[in-house]
């Protein structure tokens, strides 16, 4: 709630109340229910959450869910994600063991099936999780959202991922709602900025 912030500088003391955090200002009704309310409790962060992909199988073994690829948990996609690698990985098993393929070259599928489903939204969520300062992409698109409810929502779906980011950031929609004349200025923006690399286009890869 204080990304950046020092944690002298953030509010504390059994009378802090939780009207501290401007941006519920900014949240219509909500804001006004968290102003009524009265910190009963310190609040609990968990700022160290690793992101990290592991090489999910070997000689005798495999990994799904949490145990092979761990992401911040600010987009709530770690569930859906474990599902899926189970059932891949039960494909890649039943192919393997079953002759229709080497095992290891199922294995080998299940991994790269695994990561080119996880990528673009890992990416996506390691960005978000660094809380570093909008890009002016970012801030175009949330310019865009604002006040559009059933946009808003499609964005929240993204998040919760009911919504395929792929679909979401399409050159298409991102048209649809920022309009031409923004996509061109942010486009030649673009052009005109160093490439810089993030953390989040380099997952660190853990041995398991
Ligand atoms: C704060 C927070 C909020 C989150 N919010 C969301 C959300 O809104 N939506 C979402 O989709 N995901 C969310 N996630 C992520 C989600 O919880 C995980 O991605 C998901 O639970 C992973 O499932 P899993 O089965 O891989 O691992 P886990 O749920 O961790 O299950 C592994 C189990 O194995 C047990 N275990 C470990 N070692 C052994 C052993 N040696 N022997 C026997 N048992 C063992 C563990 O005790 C654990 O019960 C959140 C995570 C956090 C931390």
């Known amino acids: 709630m204080w990304p950046g912030r020092s944690r002298s ?14 941006p519920w200002t900014l949240a219509g ?5 968290v102003r009524a309310g009265r910190r009963a409790e310190r609040f609990r962060a968990s700022p160290d ?11 005798g073994w495999a990994l799904v869910g949490d145990a092979g690829l761990v992401m911040d948990p600010i987009t709530g996609q770690g569930i859906g994600d474990a599902l899926r690698d189970a059932e891949l990985l039960a494909e890649a098993a039943a192919a393997g063991l079953g002759g229709r393929q080497p095992l290891q070259a199922a294995l080998a599928g299940y991994e790269r099936a695994r990561d080119a489903a996880t990528l673009p939204m890992y990416e996506f969520t390691t960005e ?5 300062p909008p890009t ?3 801030q175009a698109l949330f310019g865009a959202l604002a006040g559009r409810q059933a946009e808003i929502d499609r964005f929240l779906g993204v998040l919760t991922g009911t919504v395929p980011l792929a679909d979401f950031q399409s050159p298409r929609n991102l048209l649809r709602l920022l309009g031409p004349r923004a996509m061109t200025r942010l ?11 993030t953390a989040a286009a380099h997952p660190a890869v853990a041995e398991p």
């Open 49 to 59: 959450l690793p992101s990290l992909f592991r090489r999910p199988w070997g000689p």
């Open 128 to 132: 978000l999780a660094s809380f570093a």
């Open 187 to 197: 486009a030649l923006g673009r052009l005109r900025r160093p490439r810089q690399g």
């Open 29 to 33: 009704d909500l804001g006004q229910r």
């Open 9 to 22: 500088s953030r509010p504390s003391g059994p009378t802090s109340r939780a009207t501290s955090c401007a």
């Open 136 to 138: 002016a992409e970012q």
